[in-house]
């Protein structure tokens, strides 16, 4: 019986001192934790779109950007933007990047996170259409009427003529087998970062009219004063854009009459 009891008694302190044991001292768990990684730093800069081509945007960092220090244009693919923006000469973007620029010319931001509008592009100057003025920056501009039967602008776009040290943009509809059509400037925009705009409007003949039977090449230029220093945009009243077809040298006289605002 004693024998019993001592067993028994030993066999109730060895599963005390287990269960003090296991209480006190719980077993280690295995770390299996991923570590949290750190999130990029991110930096902004608020830029203006000076230019845009295809899905190439070239943009400026605003006044007292930083990013200024290393370029003075950015490129930016449009394709960034939400699918419901379009961008627009002016418009003011800000641009979430890490902190690093690619030294390139135009530069390149690093590492871009987003691409958000801050403002459209803010009009400064909606000029009343007449055949000259005078625009921000005393910048003058004369309007003048084209040559339907000029053989040299056969495609649908314009030209920049330097000559007589003046700056003439040309702006052409293209080749048509008929007479009846027209081009003319409807509207000119000055926006506040310099950019100037110009919208023209194209017409056709109606079908009963009577048209001469030749080809022509509709054609009308504006005449400024000294070159914008940031640009011309040419549009049509849809919004699409005419492509620069290059230069031409012919004297502005020679090839272009002063504008009739009668029509005539």
């Known amino acids: 019986m004693k024998c019993r009891l001592l067993i028994t008694a030993a066999l109730c302190v060895f599963l005390t001192a287990c269960g003090t044991d296991a209480d006190t001292y719980p077993a280690q768990q295995p770390n299996n934790q991923v570590a949290e990684q750190t999130a990029p730093a991110a930096f902004t800069c608020k830029v203006t779109i000076m230019d845009i081509n295809g899905n190439t945007l070239t943009v400026k960092p605003i006044d007292g950007s930083l990013e200024l220090s290393s370029s003075d244009i950015f490129t930016l693919s449009a394709q960034l933007l939400d699918e419901d923006v379009t961008p627009t000469i002016g418009m003011t973007l800000e641009i979430t990047y890490d902190g690093s620029i690619l030294e390139t010319y135009p530069a390149s931001f690093s590492g871009i996170q987003k691409v958000a509008v801050v403002s459209e592009a803010p009009i400064v100057s909606d000029t009343p259409l007449s055949s000259s003025g005078t625009l921000m920056n005393n910048l003058e501009y004369e309007i003048a009427a084209g040559d339907s039967y000029a053989t040299q602008y056969k495609q649908r776009g314009y030209y920049i003529n330097d000559a007589d040290n003046k700056y003439q943009y040309i702006i052409c509809s293209g080749e048509h087998s008929t007479g009846g059509y027209g081009i003319e400037i409807t509207r000119i925009d000055t926006l506040d970062v310099g ?44 919004g699409t854009e005419y492509e620069c077809l290059g230069h031409s040298f012919a004297g502005i006289d020679d090839v272009f009459q002063p504008y009739d605002e009668s029509g005539s």
């Open 195 to 238: 950019t100037v705009i110009i919208t023209v409007e194209e017409t056709t003949p109606s079908p009963d009219e009577a048209v001469t039977e030749a080809f022509t090449y509709p054609n009308c230029s504006i005449i400024f004063s000294y070159e914008p220093p940031e640009g011309i945009r040419i549009k049509n009243s849809t």
